[in-house]
């Protein structure tokens, strides 16, 4: 890697993730494309239209604090992140009564926990920069209540309160924490179910990639603190 400024998008191999790469890589834009496995990001690079020089692939657990540590550190070594976006995700569409507690912990260490450590990982150089972009793609669920959806909800919302306080802890430094809260798209978080029966009422994970390349290419002393994305038709 030569020396750049880039944008780390984690849970980069698949739906909203892979779009953003797409999308940011065809408006100039260098990527560090992390995600738990590394067959997945070598078929999303192959799969790219646009210059594949410009994504730099990065293995990782999100839920594994070191493993983000060690993926910062070597990305650190020639490049500057000015702008993490908190992508990756998971959920299970159970009832509370449902969820195994190994679920539970899944749903919580994935979406909230590994947020955090990829927030801890960024934030000392941002500090040190004073300047950096935090974009956590959340979930209308965060916001309004679902059923069989606890768990998530319980990830997303507790990740949005963090961020709300980290927010405002950070704009002494210059330092914009973004939230977007996605409802309805089509990703392979749904199951093919419900992707057969509700696609066409989704949005596109392209749809919610242009929004983020648009926030980014922003310039000014203006910052979009929470958009709400909906499918037109509203909320499944």
């Given at each position: 890697m030569s020396n750049n400024n880039l944008v780390w998008v984690t849970g980069a191999s698949s739906g909203i993730g892979r779009a953003i790469v797409e999308e940011l890589v065809v408006?100039?834009?260098?990527?560090?494309?992390?995600?738990?496995?590394?067959?997945?990001?070598?078929?999303?690079?192959?799969?790219?239209?646009?210059?594949?020089?410009?994504?730099?692939?990065?293995?990782?657990d999100v839920k594994q604090s070191s493993e983000l540590h060690d993926v910062y550190s070597e990305i650190a070594k020639k490049n500057i992140v000015t702008c993490l976006i908190n992508n990756a995700g998971?959920?299970?569409?159970?009832?509370?009564?449902?969820?195994?507690?190994?679920?539970?912990?899944?749903?919580i260490e994935t979406n909230l926990l590994g947020s955090i450590y990829a927030i801890k990982a960024v934030l000392p150089?941002?500090?040190?920069?004073?300047?950096?972009?935090?974009?956590?793609?959340?979930?209308?669920?965060?916001i309004k209540t679902f059923t069989n959806s606890s768990a998530y909800a319980a990830s997303k919302s507790g990740l949005l309160a963090y961020t709300n306080s980290l927010r405002e802890e950070l704009r002494k430094y210059n330092i914009k924490v973004i939230n977007i809260f996605p409802g309805a798209t089509k990703t392979p978080i749904w199951s093919n179910d419900a992707l057969e029966k509700y696609s066409d009422r989704m949005m596109s994970?392209?749809?919610?990639?242009?929004?983020?390349?648009?926030?980014?290419?922003?310039?000014?002393?203006?910052?979009?603190?929470?958009?709400?994305?909906?499918?037109?038709?509203?909320?499944?």
């Open positions: 408006n100039s834009f260098s990527i560090a494309a992390t995600s738990r496995k590394l067959s997945s990001l070598q078929t999303m690079i192959k799969q790219l239209r646009e210059d594949k020089n410009k994504v730099f692939l990065f293995p990782a998971v959920t299970s569409f159970k009832s509370a009564e449902e969820n195994s507690i190994a679920e539970i912990q899944e749903i150089d941002m500090i040190k920069n004073k300047s950096g972009t935090i974009i956590n793609v959340l979930s209308v669920a965060a994970p392209k749809d919610i990639s242009i929004v983020i390349r648009d926030i980014l290419l922003l310039n000014g002393n203006i910052v979009p603190e929470e958009i709400v994305l909906r499918p037109i038709k509203g909320d499944l």
